[in-house]
Nanobody
């Protein structure tokens, strides 16, 4: 059974940091693209960051560039999202998603659009003083 499990969410003060983990089971992430999405109450799901493990390409939403870093540990079959300088507007349920990457002619790329087949159950991130 293919499964993604997120962890690492919690309550943090503004300016603080959290590291989210997305652990895969039932398949290996080596050749997959993995993305992080978030959804706050009353808002649409937003693509935050993604990594194409086949090639290493990464992408970030403008709202998190310079603050969030996505990385992959293939030995642990896990993708991470390091979140620094957190703001109250970063509060949301964070989801990871995976699918085979698209080849755009020059490399394998990921997307911040929610076009992924496999999704985790989400982990809550609260940013508040």
């Amino acid at each position: 059974q293919l499964q993604l499990v997120e962890s690492g969410g919690g309550l943090v003060q503004p300016g603080g940091s959290l590291r989210l983990s997305c652990a895969a089971s039932g398949f290996t992430l080596d050749y997959y693209a993995v993305a992080w999405f978030r959804q706050a109450p009353g808002k649409e799901r937003e693509g935050v960051s993604c990594i194409s493990n086949r090639g290493g390409n990464t992408y970030y939403a403008d709202s998190v560039k310079g603050r969030f870093t996505v990385s992959s540990d293939n030995a642990k079959n896990t993708v991470y999202l390091q979140m620094n300088s957190l703001k109250p507007e970063d509060a949301a349920v964070y989801y990871c998603a995976a699918d085979l990457p698209r080849y755009d002619g020059s490399g394998y790329v990921c997307t911040l659009a929610p076009e992924y087949d496999y999704w985790g159950q989400g982990t809550q991130v609260t940013v508040s003083s």
